[in-house]
């Protein structure tokens, strides 16, 4: 159930994908084929430190013993921000937030978005990570960095 609330508070902020004007660009790569990273193992992180990057100070929403979630708001936009105690866990929770679309910077046992979508590719600067965006049920792309 904590899952399904945390999804909930990231689809707040990370939309259900579409209109990006990426259409083409998938149909290219089989529509929403996952892209293999090419990219440096992300850094790890906490909610703390990926909210202190942001420039903002985390409210934390949930607290299990499997994974927090906090989210911000700054005058860049808004931010939710996840850390998970296994690698396991996070995938278990980008599976059930997949069904529901959005677009999530992925990196070491932590997750993260916001809108807009620079923010999160900022962020990727710092922290490496990959940017999963769901545009269907079911489907996904990556963006690598």
């Given at each position: ?27 290219e ?10 990219s ?5 992180a906490?909610?703390e ?23 911000c ?36 046992r ?36």
């Amino acid at each position: 159930m904590a899952v399904a609330a945390a999804v909930g508070a990231l689809l707040t902020v990370a939309g259900c994908g579409g209109g990006d004007g990426k259409a083409d660009a998938k149909a290219e790569t089989g529509g929403n084929a996952a892209r293999p990273s090419a990219s440096p193992a992300p850094k790890a992180a906490r909610v703390e430190q990926l909210a202190s990057a942001a420039g903002c100070e985390p409210q934390f929403t949930t607290k299990v013993d499997d994974y927090r979630q906090a989210v911000c708001k700054t005058a860049e936009g808004k931010f939710v921000f996840l850390d998970f105690v296994t690698a396991k866990g996070q995938r278990d929770w980008l599976e059930t937030a997949q069904m529901y679309g959005g677009v999530y910077l992925v990196g070491n046992r932590w997750v993260l978005s916001s809108s807009p979508r620079k923010n999160m590719e900022t962020l990727r600067d710092e922290f490496g990570g990959t940017i999963e965006e769901d545009t269907s049920y079911g489907g996904a792309s990556r963006t690598p960095r």
